[in-house]
């Protein structure tokens, strides 16, 4: 979250006229209470977005953020896991049967056309990194920046198969409600330049950035700083664009399909309705 730390840090969001407070919680927690309105702007992905309009939620994606889907799954180097068809006849961890980490194993399972019963998958919780490296499962489902970081940085080889390598679906960005839209797109406006100042910002200034991220986060150590570093360093690399902010309308069309063929949602959703640009495009 490092650029909604800088962006508030800096000023961006001040320099707007916006007092923005920060809350921590579950995702789809906060894509209902956005659709409901009460509150204003939330971090979902577009497979959330996605659901939650299959549901008649009215919520709307504003501003992309990350790039590329940060979901993967790592397995040790030596056990030459290194391309999905690999993946038979082994077992992969997931944390749980839900969310980003879960649709994005259905996504690769779905782009690369694996034969899922040929895998064993796992439900691991939220231990991948140990769960691997012991040898508890062959493979796990990861968030790119956060797990194969950590192992790395402990001096682990791993492989890790990214899904955005097979299929592009549209992750985490800013999302509000058809209402605000409608009755207020000033603010709006407002929230996504700002935020996207925050996000240019912590690319071009990333050592800067990171030094605010601690401050707003002071549960890093010292001792924890180089893995947590290393992490932004990979998040960043995630976001970088030529087009920060600007939602790809295949991708969304690709994304609504896969959810639709694989039975994630039970209905087509309309696709110009889950995002708009109309913030972002100057």
């Not at 797990?147 to 682990?156: K, M, N, S, T």
């Not at 198969?161 to 603010?187: C, F, M």
Request: charged fraction near 20%; hydrophobic fraction near 45%.
């Amino acid at each position: 979250f490092a650029p909604l730390y800088v962006a508030q840090a800096k000023g961006f969001y001040a320099e707007e006229g916006l007092d923005v407070a920060l809350e921590y919680g579950f995702e789809n927690d906060f894509v209902a209470l956005t659709a409901q309105g009460k509150r204003q702007f939330a971090v979902a992905s577009g497979d959330q977005v996605i659901l939650a309009r299959a549901q008649g939620l009215p919520v709307v994606y504003v501003m992309k953020w990350y790039q590329r889907f940060p979901v993967g799954v790592m397995s040790l180097a030596k056990a030459g896991i290194d391309s999905p068809a690999k993946l038979s006849g082994h077992s992969v961890g997931t944390p749980a049967l839900f969310g980003a980490s879960y649709v994005g194993w259905k996504a690769l399972v779905y782009a690369a056309k694996l034969d899922e019963t040929a895998i064993r998958l796992d439900v691991i919780g939220f231990t991948q990194a140990e769960a691997v490296s012991q040898g508890k499962v062959d493979a796990a489902v990861v968030y790119i920046a956060n797990e194969p970081v950590q192992l790395i940085q402990a001096g682990v080889k791993v492989d890790v198969i990214q899904v955005a390598d097979y299929i592009d679906l549209v992750s985490n960005g800013i999302i509000t409600n058809e209402t605000l839209i409608r009755e207020n797109p000033d603010l709006v406006r407002r929230m996504v330049r700002a935020s996207l100042r925050g996000l240019e910002y912590t690319l071009a200034h990333p050592d800067e950035a990171f030094a605010i991220a601690r401050k707003a986060v002071p549960e890093i150590t010292d001792q924890d700083a180089p893995t947590q570093r290393a992490v932004l360093e990979a998040s960043m690399v995630l976001w970088r664009s030529d087009r920060l902010g600007v939602s790809d309308p295949q991708a969304w069309s690709d994304s609504a399909k896969f959810m639709l063929d694989t039975g994630l949602i039970s209905s087509a959703v309309d696709v110009e309705k889950l995002y708009t640009n109309q913030f972002v495009e100057k």
